[in-house]
């Protein structure tokens, strides 16, 4: 009995280290071949497929039949566009404040009316293409082109003197005609000059007050007339006036006692910006009964009236206006709507001078109208015939002085 006793004992010890010795082994064992260690073996095994889905990029190993491997997850932040540089803060030393760099880059403004030569009326839908502007020869680069239709800012410069009825009856109808057809935005002034100058309506809206101020002027004082006296005054008065003016200049175009030389006037209303002349003489009925007629002072009176008349043409000309020498009081009407064409109606044409020097010279103006080639621009009516045009603008600027 003791013998069995003792070798059951034995095997008790022997499976007790066989199992002490199993148990790390069976620890350290794949799951999977724990459990198909637990489970029987199918009957028929399918061929093992090759796991495409999985590559090294993604984050397993290629072929894996094990537990699935998970790609490794994109992180936005790495499609994002780098951060542009911040500019660097340059900071002034305590003793340096900021400062900023002006450059005045010379604008020259030019209004060009286009009237056609026997009607008077505006030729409107010209395109900047059409037109050409020289300055002292040299052709210039368009920048800038509208059409400019717009309240106007006028000075009526009236003759009053005591020397023929005539004279002062052609006056009163020419500014009447005139102020006849302005308009409740218009700024109207009157002056009147025989000897000396008077200023007998500031600027005004009220075309009433201005009416009532051409109907007062009934007896004048003097016989003399100092025309370029009372056009230099105006002309000095017009540049305290911001933006483009008109002078409305009706008188005879004769001068008999100013200070003025004809060489001074001119010299100031080439150099006077911003303000156009039209011209309208008077005595026009009286001059075409008398002209030619015998003796010698008729003779010297019919060229004092040349000299008048191409006086008043040129200081039209000199600045874009017009001139006109009626002779009878029917014209009036057309005359001075003519003139309200050509003031409303303007096309504004404006270029940087080639020539950039701030040397206060004169620049001479010339603009011409041209066709889509290139050639000089022909008008034609509705039956075909040839239209002739006149082109209404400044022959010139005087330059900025630069200040040293």
Known sequence: MSSTRT???????????????????????PVGWAQSQSQPAPQQQQPQQPNDQASPDAGGPGGDNGTIA?????????????PAPTEPKVKNPPELSNYSLRVEVPEVSVD????LEKTGQFVPNLKPENFK???????????????????????????FASTSYYFIYDMRNAAWSFAQQLRPQDYVALMTFDMRTRIELDFTQDKNQLLNAINSLIIPGFSERNLFDALYEAEDR???VEGRKYIILIA??????????????????????????????TGGALRAMTEGGPGFNQQLRDLDYAQADNQMKTFAKMTGGMYFQPRFQAEMPEIFANINSAIRSKYELIYHPSDAKQDGTYRRLRVELVD???????????KHKPLKYDIIARDGYRARQEVE
């Not at 998970?70 to 780098?82: E, F, N, V």
């Not at 889509?372 to 509705?382: A, N, S, T």
């Open 112 to 115: 060009v009316g286009v009237l």
């Open 252 to 281: 005879s175009g004769r001068d008999t006692f100013s200070k003025m030389t004809l060489d001074k006037i001119m010299q100031k209303v080439k150099n006077t910006p911003d303000i156009t002349i039209f011209a309208i003489s």
């Open 238 to 240: 017009l540049t305290r």
């Open 133 to 159: 502007v020289f300055e002292n020869g040299v052709e210039q680069k368009v920048i800038g082109f509208k059409r400019v239709e717009a309240p106007i800012t006028a000075l009526m410069v009236c003759e």
């Open 372 to 382: 889509d080639e290139g050639k000089p621009l022909r008008m034609q009516d509705e």
């Open 70 to 82: 998970l790609p490794k997850k994109k992180d936005k932040s790495d499609d994002a566009p780098a």
């Open 7 to 29: 070798i059951s004992l034995v095997s008790r010890l022997l499976n007790s280290a066989v199992l002490l010795v199993l148990i790390p082994v069976l620890a350290s064992a």
